[in-house]
């Protein structure tokens, strides 16, 4: 069965400073992966995805992620962190078959000192 | 284009009482989903639809039903609702598979947030 691990429940870093968010899945054959943000109050808005090809793919809000097949993870990325960065981050994980289904992890919530 | 929406955004039942989750898409998507979100539970699946007169359970559908008439709309019905079943609902739509027969990304409504009292 499909799993998602996000291990950080809350991670706080200073604004300009650099974030990396885990994500480890379960999964046997290819995955298909999603990070999604979720600002207070909002639904999930989609930040990038990985199904096939470079495995470091770039997303909106300057954002990154990079597949490592070998340690079955996708983590996120950002290079300098701004205070409107701060959200719960939620990767997701999907299979050919599914139809369209993904499983999610629970989150991260970050927060940006000033 | 509104995308997802959802009504109402906030709502209070009392135990016992009915009501239903109005969800609507207008990009024309066939797949649509219903999840409910829990603090540090993530996102978890009630019902999914893949297209008009069709649906199916997800991971948590016990105290809820669902009806797929329209492409466009997808409500969810709790019939007779429990203190459980306080949560933020999030109605979801994506369009069939994508690359390689994958999933594609799913959009997701402003939710709404219900306390059952």
């Known amino acids: 069965a499909q799993s998602v691990t996000q291990p950080d429940i809350h991670i706080t870093v200073s604004e300009g400073a650099s974030l990396e968010l885990r994500c480890n899945y379960s999964?046997?054959?290819?995955?298909?992966l999603f990070w999604y943000v979720q600002s207070p109050g909002q639904g999930l808005q989609l930040l990038l995805k990985y199904f096939s090809g470079d495995t470091l793919v770039q997303g909106i809000k300057g954002f990154e992620a990079e597949f490592k097949r070998s340690q079955s993870s996708f983590n996120l990325r950002k290079p300098s962190v701004h205070w409107s960065d701060a959200a719960e981050y939620f990767c997701?994980?999907?299979?050919?078959?599914?139809?369209?289904?993904?499983?999610f992890g629970k989150g991260t919530k970050l927060s940006v000192k000033p | 284009n509104a995308g997802v929406t959802q009504t109402p955004k906030f709502r209070i039942l009392k135990i016992g009482q009915s009501m239903t989750l109005q969800c609507t898409q207008d990009?024309?998507?066939?797949?649509m989903y219903w999840y409910r979100q829990d603090p540090g539970m993530g996102l978890k699946l009630i019902y999914y639809s893949v297209g008009a007169g069709i649906t199916d359970k997800g991971e948590v559908p016990n105290g809820y039903n669902v009806s797929r008439s329209t492409t466009e709309d997808f409500p969810l019905r709790l019939e007779l609702a429990a203190p459980s079943q306080t949560s933020v609902y999030f109605c979801?739509?994506?369009?069939?598979?994508?690359?390689?027969?994958?999933?594609?990304?799913?959009?997701f409504g402003p939710g709404t947030r219900l306390t059952v009292l």
């Open positions: 999964y046997g054959a290819t995955p298909y």
């Open positions: 997701a994980v999907g299979a050919r078959g599914s139809q369209g289904n993904l499983i």
């Open positions: 979801a739509s994506s369009s069939p598979t994508g690359l390689a027969g994958g999933p594609n990304e799913q959009f």
């Open positions: 990009m024309n998507h066939n797949y």
